[in-house]
T-cell receptor, first 119, second 112 residues
Framework: AQTVTQSQPEMSVQEAETVTLSCTYDTSESDYYLFWYKQPPSRQMILVIRQEAYKQQNATENRFSVNFQKAAKSFSLKISDSQLGDAAMYFCAYRSAGLGSSNTGKLIFGQGTTLQVKP | DAGITQSPRYKITETGRQVTLMCHQTWSHSYMFWYRQDLGHGLRLIYYSAAADITDKGEVPDGYVVSRSKTENFPLTLESATRSQTSVYFC???????????FGQGTRLTVV
């Protein structure tokens, strides 16, 4: 079974600085997708960034980028120029992409990391 | 309204009662999911569905039942509510495996 682990329950960063959130996963599959979601106090889940496992290039979305290390099964999120609005809980997620009968598109999440941004 | 909606937003029920949480999406997404969110555990998958009439267990299915007779609806039933099922429940849907999942606003359920 696939698992996702976020080992940092809480992180803090000074406004305008850079912070990296860690995520590791365990899978025997070769074809999958990885996601980072943001959950602000409103509880709404918002997609931050997405990575296809077959792509070696790290995904980037404005101030958000990932460091995807497939062999190490690591998928960290880097937030540059942190803003007060980045304060939220961040979830790493894994989703199988295979089309075999055992791959039913299950989407699983890590435990989350609460990010505090200090002014 | 377009999107994915959950109802009710808040619910208080008594131990032993049956309660159903509703989830409706207007996009005709194939995949739908139910999660519970608890402090320290993140989002844990309860059940998911790849299409109408196809459902499968997630990580924490005990005490829950789902059905999916129509693509747009995916209700979650707690057959006999227990205090350990006090949680925030999220429903989500996605069109395909590679695309993002869209989430409802959550239902805060309290079992007393």
């Amino acid at each position: 079974a696939q698992t996702v682990t976020q080992s940092q329950p809480e992180m803090s960063v000074q406004e305008a600085e850079t912070v990296t959130l860690s995520c590791t996963y365990d899978t025997s599959e070769s074809d999958y997708y990885l996601f980072w979601y943001k959950q602000p106090p409103s509880r709404q889940m918002i997609l931050v960034i997405r990575q296809e496992a077959y792509k070696q290039q790290n995904a980037t979305e404005n101030r958000f980028s990932v460091n995807f290390q497939k062999a190490a099964k690591s998928f960290s999120l880097k937030i540059s120029d942190s803003q007060l609005g980045d304060a939220a809980m961040y979830f790493c997620a894994y989703r199988s992409a295979g089309l075999g009968s055992s791959n039913t598109g299950k989407l699983i999440f890590g435990q989350g990391t609460t990010l505090q941004v200090k002014p | 309204d377009a999107g994915i909606t959950q109802s009710p937003r808040y619910k208080i029920t008594e131990t032993g009662r049956q309660v159903t949480l509703m989830c409706h999406q207007t996009w005709s997404h194939s995949y739908m999911f139910w999660y519970r969110q608890d402090l320290g555990h993140g989002l844990r998958l309860i059940y998911y569905s790849a299409a109408a009439d196809i459902t499968d267990k997630g990580e924490v299915p005990d005490g829950y039942v789902v059905s999916r007779s129509k693509t747009e609806n995916f209700p979650l039933t707690l057959e006999s509510a227990t205090r350990s099922q006090t949680s925030v429940y999220f429903c989500a849907s996605s069109f395909s495996r590679g695309l993002e999942a869209f989430f409802g606003q959550g239902t805060r359920l309290t079992v007393v």
